[in-house]
């Protein structure tokens, strides 16, 4: 049986969702971190370095470049569900199976059928952490460059991203390119993720931000994303 080339349609649909607001929230807190190098704790749930110790660490999995492979951190032999660094993970399984995603279920996944199977790990990664809250992930070489570990984070001291209407459009453009089919899915997630007001026809979804500021998203018949336009001064679009 040959390896999958993408992820199942119900993981696109919830990632879709998340997607705008976490792709913020990460460029933030990696332009906030930098490339310092920083040593992790999974014992103490702690990343430390360049001055900063960063608690609340929650070990989530592991990427093999040798075999294209994804481990969940709960199915790693070296941990279990009771490790401190990994017991809050429950939360992504427990979701998983609640809404059928056999992605946060499933300990093993292979991603060899990926076009970019490191890329892959790292969206599911990054969507996955969502179902945690928190500021984001942080990820790492191990094994002599042979394998990624990434963890969540969860501490204060992380920023956290604000709404922008200026950066919006540009937001909902990436976004919607990491997710093709579901875009409609990653406009409205974005809109529920900073609790705008939304108003939905056939061809156009429009948000108002509590500020007062406007986005809309037009799309083709087919569901295809083709402009976003902003309003910090809350006009109609």
């Not at 040959?2 to 969702?17: K, L, V």
């Not at 093709?180 to 409205?188: C, D, G, K, L, S």
């Amino acid at each position: 049986m040959s390896a999958p080339s993408d992820f199942s349609p119900i993981f696109q649909a919830f990632a879709a969702d998340c997607t705008a607001g976490a792709i913020q929230q990460q460029d933030l807190v990696n332009a906030f971190l930098g490339t310092h190098h920083r040593n992790l704790d999974l014992t103490a749930r702690t990343l430390t370095g360049n001055g900063l110790v960063i608690g609340g660490v929650t070990g989530l999995g592991s990427f093999s470049h040798l075999s294209q492979t994804w481990l969940w951190m709960w199915d790693n032999p070296g941990f279990d569900w009771e490790h401190p660094a990994v017991a809050p993970v429950r939360m992504i399984y427990r979701f998983g199976e609640r809404q059928g995603i056999p992605e946060l279920t499933t300990g093993h996944l292979d991603l060899a059928g990926f076009p970019n199977p490191h890329g892959a790990a790292t969206t599911l990664a990054i969507a996955s952490a969502y179902v945690l809250g928190g500021q984001g992930i942080w990820s790492c070489r191990i094994n002599d460059g042979k394998g990624s570990t990434y963890v969540h984070l969860d501490d204060p001291q992380l920023p956290v991203a604000q709404f922008d209407p200026a950066a919006a459009p540009a937001l909902l453009a990436r976004a919607a390119q990491v997710w093709p089919r579901e875009q409609r899915a990653v406009v409205r997630g974005m809109f529920r993720h900073f609790n705008m007001a939304s108003n939905e026809t056939p061809d156009q979804i429009a948000g108002r931000h509590p500020s007062g500021a406007v986005v809309a998203a037009a799309f083709d018949p087919v569901g295809n994303l083709t402009a976003v336009s902003g309003d910090a001064a809350g006009r109609s679009l």
